[in-house]
Every structure is written in structure tokens, then in C-alpha cells.
């Protein structure tokens, strides 16, 4: 194996053990009375050949008071034993779920403060399976070393112990054979089947992550029958996947033979060397009885590691696309020094902001500053990829700027909470997203605590209460994955209700009213119109007829604001880039040659969209 995978494999194990050994440490109690429970377990094993072998002495000499009492000195051990591993394994239930439980929510807790551009990149079903799997491969990690390797460990240490004292022959060959035996295990575990095991977990997350993005992605897969190809796709995933866990499973079984046989060899060592002692007549038939006894309590011990070590390497391998998650950075974070925003009227001023993505060289946005009034009106119109949601997405610090700052009412949005700014910014999405629960409580997310009168009251203003009251559990009904089981209007009247309720100083809103049948969209602006009252609203506008009425108009134009003003001024400049997006939108300059001659203005059907209408 190359240099550099045998040093990730090392530093693998390394952040696996360490992140693990930290979630113990908040648990010492628990720890060390789970390995002081097992240890003395173990030991009461290690003493039961040692009576045994006293036993057959007693027996051949005839000593009936000795045999009784080594007969219930044994019985003592056998209870001591059941009584410690009891302890021991009703400790580790409490002691792995409360790890388990913990960590499943400080991943949560980080995946949902990763920024935006890493949820953008990352499929969301192989983000939950690297952390279900880890979180389950922690309850194998706990039972590996607390249950299975620690009385291992005791067991090959007490045994060599008893034997030496015995015989010092015993004892070496005992020794040099399970010294053998544990050096042999490790390295086929490490570097024979671990780096197997760790290609076919990435297959097994991107399986899970195919496998969620065209489940998700049903309704456009049925919409161009491709379920056929969808199947071809997975189905050729699935053979990498099966390859590559075929050949974790065959080295692993190699592995196994190969430690069997080496068991044999030092099981065969072990009785040869008490034969030799026997004949020599330096071991009794009750000594060649304890030896045997030890060694058939050892060998299982010793069988049992080979697969110990594989179950914690693999438990490091299931753990580690988790654990990697907790060294990302977060992208966007709170300063140390962060204090809760405070937004009152509204206003949102960018001061000489310079942003670029990523490690794109040319920045989006160079030397940018404007100044919007509390409780203005403002639309943003623009050719696509000009900037308008990338200005939305920095008012909301869902991005940092490179070079200037961002301020809502005077307070820049990087010295302020995450939380805090967003709670105080409502949001109306152009495809709003629902939770699969109940349309109450999907209402009452912007306010949590808000009581059935006012989640009504706010569905009321939304033009949602009607047809919320038709459905067959009204507002207990459960809306579906992402809100699929209602419509396009219905939709965006339930994200607007949310909106009424969350009852913030600034309101966005990205064309909330595109691809909508015509009374869902008279229904929506007359919503749209009764929640930018009082508030600052900023509208991401895809149909110019949206911002005619607005105070103010922002064009943006690769990055820049071209024009400013309201709809009348900016239509008054013949050659300002405003009046073509009108002109186009409206008619008077005709589109390019189409497939399908079609009026610019289509009909509003939620099929059909104008050109101007998918911009940005």
C-alpha cells in the first residue's frame, strides 16, 4: 500500500479513537465500571482451570473434603462471573445510547449550520447515511473495546501468568503463540481489509445518495418517463458497490482462515509442550488438565480477536466519513463576540460591498453600495446570474462579502447571530418548501409559539384558510415530502400564512406568483399585497407587471446596479436596459424564432413560461 493511504488509514483510526475517547470522557463513571465489571469477570475464567486442574488431583488422590469444597469454589466463580458481566452489560446500554444519542445530535446540529454552498454540493441522502452509520458504529466500537478486547486482553495476560508460574515453558509457548497471533490479526485487519472496507462504505454513501436524489426527484423522473434510465443509472452503481464489498467480504473471509490455522499451531504447540512436561514427569494429570482448560478458554478468547479487531477497524471505517463532518468547517460562523440582532424599521444598506464565490477570480459584485429605506417597497429585475438572489442571500449572511460590509439598521449582519438576523427576515420562496407534518404546524415554524386563532388568522391573510377548511383534517392534514400532496398556489399561499405569522421587519420575496393558474395568482398578490404593508419588502421580480406599483426598481446587470428608480423613470430611458426587459416581456420587440409561435405574454396556466419569466 502506497505511503499516503497507509497514513490516512493511520490518521483515521487516530480521529475516530480520539473523537470516541472524548464522548468517554463524559462519561468516566460509566467507563470505568464497565472495564473494573468485565476485568473481574475475565479473572473469575482465568481461576476456573486452576481448580479444575486441582479438582482432578482431588479426584485421583480421593480427597473428598477437597473435592467439595474446590466443586463449590468453582460454583462461586461461575456466579461471581454471571453477576460481573451482568453489571457490565446493562452499564454499557446506558452508557453507548447516551454516546449515540449525543453525538447523532451534535452531527445534526453541525450539518444544519454548514453553509449553503455545502448543502448545495452534498447529496442529502448520503449526508444521513454517513451519519446513521456512524452513529450505529459507535455502539460496535463501545462493545469492541469495553466488552470483547479488555477481558481479552486480561484473559492472554492472566493465562500466561498462571502458566509460567506453572511452568515457564508453558508460559513462553503460550506467549510467542498469541503474540503471534494478535501481530498477524492487526496487520490483516489494518492493512489488508481495512482500506477494502473503506472503498466500499464511499460506494455504500453514494448508493444511498443516488439512491435519494431520484426517489426526491420522483415527480420530474415520471414527468420525462425516464424510469428506465434512472434504473440503468442506480443499477450500475449498484455493481461498483457490489464489487467492492464482494472483495471486502473475501479478504475478510482469507483473513479468517489464515488466523484459524495459526490457532491450530499454537493450540498443537501448547499440548505438545504438556505432553513433553507429562513425560518428563513434571506435570500432574491435574496440570495437563489446567493447561488444556486454559487453553480452551484462551483459544476462543484468541478466535474471537481476530474478529474484535476487524469489528473495530470496521467500526472506524463506518465512522470516519462521520467524524470528517466535525472537522469541516462550518463556512459561515457566529463571531465569539456575536450579539442578538435588533431590526426595527427595516433598513438595509450595503456599504462598498465587494463578494466573489468560491475561488471564482472575478468577483460578482465590485465596490457595491446602496441604501434601502425602512418600509420601501423594492424590486430587483435583471438578466439571469445577475446578482439579484445572490444580494437577497447576503442581507440574510447566508454568504460573507469578500470585501465591505452589509448592514440592517445599522447593525452589520457579521456581528449580529445567524439565528437572530434570519428570525427577523420573512421569506417567500418562488418554489417554497413544506415539511412533511401538518399544515398547522408547517404555518406556525416562523413562530412556534403561536395558538390556533393566530395560525388561522394568518392563513386568513394568506387566502389559505378556504381551501385549508376543505381538506379532510383541515389543518391537521399532512402535507407530504417537500408539500407534494398540494399545489403550486396552495403551496406558496401556505409559505406566505408563514410569512404573516413570522410578522418580520423585512420581507423577500422571489416571484412568488410565477407558473400559477390565474386565480391562485389574484388570490396571492392580494396576500402579497396586505404583508409588504409596514414592513421593508424586497422583491426578486421575473414578470416586470409585478413591480410596477413598487417605490423603487433595482436593475442589475452582471453584478451592478444600471438602474434605479420606479417604473415610470426607468421606463422613460429608450435605451436603459429596463425598458428592453419591458418591451420584450410586453410585445414590442419580438422574440427569436421558436419551435411554437407563442404570444410573449402566455397564458398563465402553470405550464407554460415566458423567456423573461425563468431569468435568474
Known amino acids: 500500500m502506497p505511503s499516503h493511504k497507509k497514513s490516512r488509514r493511520r490518521d483515521a483510526m487516530r480521529a475516530v479513537l480520539s473523537f470516541t475517547f472524548r464522548h468517554w470522557a463524559k462519561q468516566p463513571g460509566y467507563v470505568a465500571l464497565i472495564a473494573l465489571a468485565m476485568s473481574g469477570a475475565t479473572l473469575t475464567e482465568i481461576f476456573v482451570p486452576v481448580v479444575a486442574g486441582k479438582l482432578i488431583d482431588a479426584l485421583v488422590q480421593n480427597a473428598r473434603d477437597s473435592i467439595l ?19 457490565a452489560w446493562m452499564s454499557v446500554i446506558t452508557f453507548t445510547l447516551r454516546i449515540m444519542g449525543d453525538v447523532a445530535c451534535e452531527a445534526f446540529h453541525r450539518v444544519q449550520r454548514f453553509s449553503t454552498d455545502w448543502h448545495g454540493n452534498t447529496f442529502a441522502g448520503s449526508t444521513v447515511r454517513k451519519i446513521t452509520r456512524g452513529m450505529w458504529a459507535i455502539d460496535m466500537l463501545n462493545d469492541t473495546i469495553l466488552l470483547m478486547l479488555t477481558p481479552s486482553a486480561v484473559v492472554l495476560t492472566g493465562t500466561m501468568v498462571l502458566l509460567a508460574i506453572q511452568a515457564p515453558l508453558l508460559g513462553i509457548v503460550m506467549g ?38 431520484a426517489i426526491s426527484s420522483n415527480a420530474v423522473v415520471k414527468a420525462f418517463g425516464a424510469e428506465n434510465r434512472e434504473e440503468a443509472g442506480f443499477a450500475r452503481v449498484i455493481d461498483k458497490w457490489r464489487r467492492r464489498t464482494d472483495r471486502t467480504w473475501t479478504l475478510g473471509t482469507w483473513s479468517g482462515s489464515t488466523q484459524i490455522l495459526l490457532l491450530w499451531v499454537v493450540r498443537l504447540g501448547l499440548i505438545a509442550a504438556a505432553l513433553y512436561l507429562w513425560f518428563k514427569g513434571e506435570a500432574s494429570p491435574g496440570d495437563v488438565t489446567c493447561v488444556l482448560t486454559s487453553y480452551f478458554i484462551m483459544h476462543g478468547y484468541l478466535r474471537d480477536i481476530g474478529q474484535h479487531v476487524q469489528h473495530l477497524q470496521r467500526s472506524v471505517n463506518d465512522m470516519e466519513e462521520m467524524v470528517a463532518m466535525f472537522d469541516q468547517p462550518l463556512g ?12 426595527t424599521v427595516g433598513e438595509v444598506k450595503f456599504d462598498h460591498v465587494t463578494f466573489r464565490y468560491g475561488g471564482h477570480q472575478t468577483a460578482l459584485f465590485d465596490d457595491l453600495s446602496v441604501f434601502i429605506k ?20 447576503l442581507i440574510q449572511r447566508l454568504y460573507d462579502v469578500t470585501e465591505g460590509r452589509v448592514l440592517v439598521d445599522g447593525q452589520d449582519v457579521r456581528a449580529v447571530t445567524q439565528q437572530s438576523l434570519r428570525s427577523q427576515i420573512a421569506i417567500v420562496q418562488q418554489e417554497p418548501i413544506l415539511f412533511h407534518r401538518s399544515l398547522a404546524e408547517n404555518i ?3 413562530r412556534p409559539s403561536a395558538t390556533r386563532a393566530e395560525i388561522e388568522h394568518a392563513a386568513q391573510l394568506a387566502n389559505a384558510h378556504d381551501f385549508i377548511m376543505r381538506l379532510p383534517k383541515a389543518y ?7 408539500g407534494v400532496k398540494l399545489s403550486g398556489g396552495e403551496r406558496q399561499r401556505v409559505a406566505l400564512a408563514r410569512a404573516f405569522l413570522a410578522d418580520a421587519p423585512i420581507l423577500i420575496l422571489d416571484e412568488a406568483t410565477s407558473s400559477l393558474d390565474s386565480e391562485s ?11 409588504m404593508k409596514g414592513r421593508t419588502a424586497i422583491i426578486i421580480a421575473h414578470r416586470l407587471s409585478t413591480v410596477r406599483a413598487l417605490d423603487r426598481i433595482l436593475v442589475f446587470d452582471r453584478g451592478r446596479i444600471v438602474e434605479d428608480g420606479d417604473h415610470a423613470t426607468l421606463l422613460a430611458a429608450p435605451q436603459g436596459l429596463y425598458r428592453r426587459l419591458f418591451d420584450r416581456q410586453s410585445g414590442a420587440i419580438k422574440e427569436p424564432a421558436r419551435l411554437i409561435d407563442m404570444p410573449s405574454e402566455a397564458p398563465r396556466d402553470g405550464n407554460s413560461r415566458t423567456v423573461a419569466e425563468t431569468q435568474d
Do not use: C
Open 69 to 87: 469444597m474446590l466443586f463449590a469454589a468453582m460454583a462461586a466463580l461461575g456466579l461471581g462471573m454471571v453477576i460481573l458481566r451482568h453489571m
Open 176 to 213: 510467542v503463540g498469541a503474540a503471534l497471533y494478535v501481530t498477524l490479526t492487526v496487520i490483516l485487519a489494518t492493512r489488508l481489509v481495512a482500506p477494502a472496507a473503506s472503498l466500499s462504505n464511499t460506494w455504500d454513501t453514494r448508493m444511498s445518495g443516488s439512491l435519494a436524489d
Open 332 to 343: 459561515i460562523e457566529d463571531r465569539a463576540a456575536a450579539i442578538p440582532a435588533r431590526l
Open 374 to 393: 425602512g418600509g420601501a417597497r423594492v424590486g430587483l429585475v435583471g438578466h439571469s446570474g445577475s446578482g439579484k438572489t445572490t444580494f437577497v442571500k
Open 444 to 446: 406556525s415554524y416562523a
Open 476 to 482: 391537521e392534514t399532512l402535507v407530504g415530502e417537500r
Open 521 to 531: 395568482e389574484v388570490l396571492i398578490q392580494e396576500a402579497i399585497g396586505r404583508l
